[in-house]
């Protein structure tokens, strides 16, 4: 048994102002809770910061990607290539529609969907070779589309992702639930593209309470195309042809019809309020984030038993997860996680890939589907990386993670 440390550091914790605190109180004593004008002006401010012509204000990340797939088609027995590292909501998804998420592994590098996994999987399905999953799936599945995932806040490339796509003739939905504020560049010298900004068809964002900014439960869904967002979006309130706003305030009419079988999905305005108040302080917050991450790279930079995240002059990093990795020279991470835990210092593992968990296993995926992240997933380890961090925290979990390595 270990000792009870005398300092201790959780995993995260969320910084919020009196700005914050006065703008939901406001919103309170307005008298409108739900869906209204502070919800509009969110989605708004939002479309502009990450260059999108529409936002769709959502209770949460998942209900954009799950939105995202309905407008696009996805019907039953196609299948859509998802990326095995990742969180369950993007293949699950994919199988609300009774279609197929075909597991991709990763890259070694930055944890994004491995293309060339991709490609041998397609070549794969159309020579008949996908043969253990459950049930098998046949030569002539229709494959429709690609969710990427950008690991941790670190962007993918999306054009090589975009001319991938465009080659097999898939739709991109993007899980950008990390990556905001976030951005990428071909080299260095060309024009910064954000999350969002045309990267896709549909991009989906998410504002969970340890996001880089957060309504506590929320999303955001955007898009270049008109027609797709009103579709969302009346599809994010039971289908219907207006919202509460629209038929409950003195310029509104009481009349609705409803257009398709929705669901409930929208943000309140309580929650949106919040969210237009971290909105300003976003740049500030991944600032915050970054100087906490350049500490640890700076600092356990050269110990021994550990390897750092990638980091890239040619992205605009989020710095919403800080995931090191064990190697052969360190302890195992059940040892090393037991030490963080005696040290007091709060951790996450990101993640057990998809393939790996019972329910795609009952599916028919293997261990062997997916090697790269097999491998990666058992000696990865997420440090508490979180805008309040004191710099008396930092150190500590340095001091910690040295220790531990090195022990």
Same mark, same amino acid.
């Given at each position: 048994?270990?000792?009870?440390?005398?300092?201790?550091?959780?995993?995260?914790?969320?910084?919020?102002? *009196?700005?914050?605190?006065?703008?939901?109180?406001?919103?309170?004593? &307005?008298?409108?809770? !739900? !869906?209204?004008?502070?919800? %509009?002006?969110?989605?708004?401010?939002?479309?502009?910061?990450?260059?999108?012509?529409?936002?769709? %204000?959502?209770? &949460?990340?998942?209900?954009?990607?799950?939105?995202?797939?309905?407008?696009?088609?996805?019907?039953?027995?196609?299948?859509?290539? #998802?990326?095995?590292?990742?969180?369950?909501?993007?293949? *699950? #998804?994919? +199988?609300?529609?009774?279609? =197929?998420?075909?597991?991709?592994?990763?890259?070694?590098?930055?944890?994004?969907?491995?293309?060339?996994?991709?490609?041998?999987?397609?070549?794969?399905?159309? +020579?008949?070779?996908?043969?253990?999953? !459950?049930?098998?799936?046949?030569?002539?599945?229709?494959?429709?589309?690609?969710?990427?995932?950008?690991?941790?806040?670190?962007?993918?490339?999306?054009?090589?992702?975009?001319?991938?796509?465009?080659?097999?003739?898939?739709? =991109?939905?993007?899980?950008?639930?990390?990556?905001?504020?976030?951005?990428?560049?071909?080299?260095?010298?060309?024009?910064?593209?954000?999350?969002?900004?045309?990267?896709?068809?549909?991009?989906?964002?998410?504002? $969970?309470?340890?996001?880089?900014?957060?309504?506590?439960?929320?999303?955001?869904? #955007?898009?270049?195309?008109?027609?797709? %967002?009103?579709? @969302?979006? &009346?599809?994010?309130?039971?289908?219907?042809?207006?919202?509460?706003?629209?038929? $409950?305030?003195?310029?509104?009419? /009481?009349?609705?019809? =409803?257009?398709?079988?929705?669901?409930?999905?929208?943000?309140?305005?309580? %929650?949106?309020? @919040?969210?237009?108040?971290?909105?300003?302080?976003?740049?500030?917050?991944?600032?915050?984030?970054?100087?906490?991450?350049?500490?640890?790279?700076?600092?356990?930079?050269?110990?021994?038993?550990?390897?750092?995240?990638?980091?890239?002059?040619?992205?605009?990093?989020? /710095?919403?997860?800080?995931?090191? +990795?064990? !190697?052969?020279?360190?302890?195992?991470? *059940?040892?090393?996680?037991?030490?963080?835990?005696?040290?007091?210092?709060?951790? &996450?593992?990101?993640?057990?890939?998809?393939?790996?968990?019972?329910? $795609?296993?009952?599916?028919?995926?293997?261990?062997?589907?997916?090697?790269?992240?097999?491998?990666?997933?058992?000696?990865?380890?997420?440090?508490?990386?979180?805008?309040?961090?004191?710099?008396?925290?930092?150190?500590?979990? =340095?001091?910690?993670?040295?220790?531990?390595?090195?022990?």
């Amino acid at each position: 048994m270990g000792t009870t440390p005398s300092h201790s550091v959780p995993f995260f914790r969320p910084e919020l102002t *009196e700005r914050e605190i006065a703008a939901v109180v406001a919103t309170l004593r &307005s008298g409108w809770l !739900t !869906t209204g004008p502070r919800t %509009a002006e969110f989605e708004a401010a939002f479309a502009e910061a990450v260059g999108a012509k529409h936002a769709v %204000a959502l209770n &949460s990340a998942t209900a954009g990607l799950h939105l995202a797939t309905h407008t696009l088609g996805l019907a039953r027995k196609q299948a859509v290539l #998802v990326p095995t590292m990742t969180f369950a909501a993007t293949a *699950e #998804v994919v +199988r609300y529609a009774d279609a =197929i998420p075909i597991l991709v592994d990763c890259r070694e590098d930055n944890l994004g969907i491995d293309l060339n996994d991709a490609r041998i999987k397609l070549e794969r399905l159309r +020579r008949g070779d996908l043969s253990h999953q !459950t049930p098998a799936l046949p030569a002539d599945t229709e494959v429709v589309g690609i969710l990427p995932v950008h690991v941790g806040g670190l962007m993918l490339d999306m054009d090589e992702i975009s001319a991938f796509a465009q080659q097999h003739r898939l739709w =991109i939905v993007e899980d950008a639930a990390h990556a905001f504020p976030a951005a990428y560049r071909t080299t260095s010298g060309t024009p910064w593209r954000r999350a969002g900004e045309g990267t896709a068809d549909v991009s989906c964002f998410s504002f $969970y309470a340890n996001k880089t900014i957060t309504t506590g439960e929320g999303g955001m869904a #955007v898009m270049d195309d008109a027609d797709r %967002a009103q579709e @969302l979006r &009346s599809l994010a309130l039971h289908g219907l042809s207006t919202d509460a706003w629209g038929r $409950y305030t003195s310029k509104g009419s /009481w009349d609705y019809r =409803i257009l398709a079988p929705g669901y409930k999905y929208n943000l309140t305005d309580i %929650a949106a309020a @919040l969210g237009l108040e971290q909105l300003r302080r976003a740049e500030e917050l991944r600032r915050q984030r970054e100087r906490v991450a350049e500490r640890f790279l700076e600092h356990l930079k050269g110990c021994e038993g550990i390897a750092m995240p990638p980091t890239d002059t040619d992205r605009l990093h989020s /710095w919403h997860l800080f995931q090191i +990795r064990l !190697t052969k020279a360190g302890p195992s991470r *059940e040892t090393f996680l037991e030490r963080l835990r005696e040290g007091g210092v709060g951790h &996450s593992v990101h993640w057990r890939p998809l393939h790996l968990h019972p329910y $795609y296993q009952q599916c028919g995926w293997r261990d062997t589907d997916a090697p790269t992240a097999s491998r990666i997933w058992s000696s990865s380890v997420s440090l508490p990386i979180f805008p309040a961090m004191r710099d008396e925290e930092v150190d500590h979990v =340095i001091r910690v993670v040295r220790s531990a390595a090195e022990a």
